[in-house]
């Protein structure tokens, strides 16, 4: 099998060459007004694989939108677990909560290498009060992560861990607009079972086997970071997907 290389993440020369600036928070802003946000960034960065954007409990003093790779937002538990509580994709906004002034009350991890774009953290709500649309994105985005935390929410509380794992594998699919109804495509997940375990609830063991259980059903193979859905229906039975559901839960931040 070749050696799969690392792609290095995507940087846009310019807010105007941005390939996620319809997901963004950025949205409202178009052509003549697009120096605005040109003008507010102080940068972009590129962040390796494994490193953090930001720590549980870190003051910071910028926030993000996420250009390119995948990120894990966390909580720290008192035992010294995780917890998962979502996986950003490209553009996702990083590092906003109501009070700008308090410590981050969760972490992000790169889970691939990541760029991001940064924003001055505290002086984002003056730039939100000058430019009603970007307020009226803002709370768009925030509800969109909140009804998808619900959904995560009751996952992890009130489903089997069969049901858990499929149903994860299958949000993400959506996500990364792979449709779970594909047969025999595979498709690069850097998850580890770790990162499957810290978001369901679940051990390594736990994931192992319910993975296992799945290849020999033959549903699908997760190996190495990657996903190939073998039974898609069996998958989407499995998985409790609702089509209707999973457009307005799963959508994503601002579409």
Known sequence: MPKRVPQSPVVP??????????KTVCRPFQGPTLHVVQDFKLGDRVLPAGSQIFWPEQELSEVYNLLDGWVSLYRSLPSGRRQIVDIALPGSFLGYQPDLEAPMLHGAECLTDVAVCVFPRKAFDRLAKQYPSLSLQLAKVTAQSVIRTQGHLA?????PALIRVARL???ILYRLDKSPRRVAETVEIPLTQTHIGEALGLT?????????????????IFKGGRLTVLD?????????FEPETAAYEWADPVS
């Open 169 to 171: 594998l299958c949000e």
């Open 155 to 159: 996952n992890v509380g009130s489903r």
């Open 13 to 22: 020369a310019d807010c105007a060459q941005c390939q996620i600036h319809d």
């Open 204 to 220: 390594n063991v736990y994931v192992n086997m319910t993975l296992r259980e799945l290849r020999e059903r033959g549903v699908l």
């Open 232 to 240: 898609p229906d069996r998958l989407v039975q499995l998985a409790e």
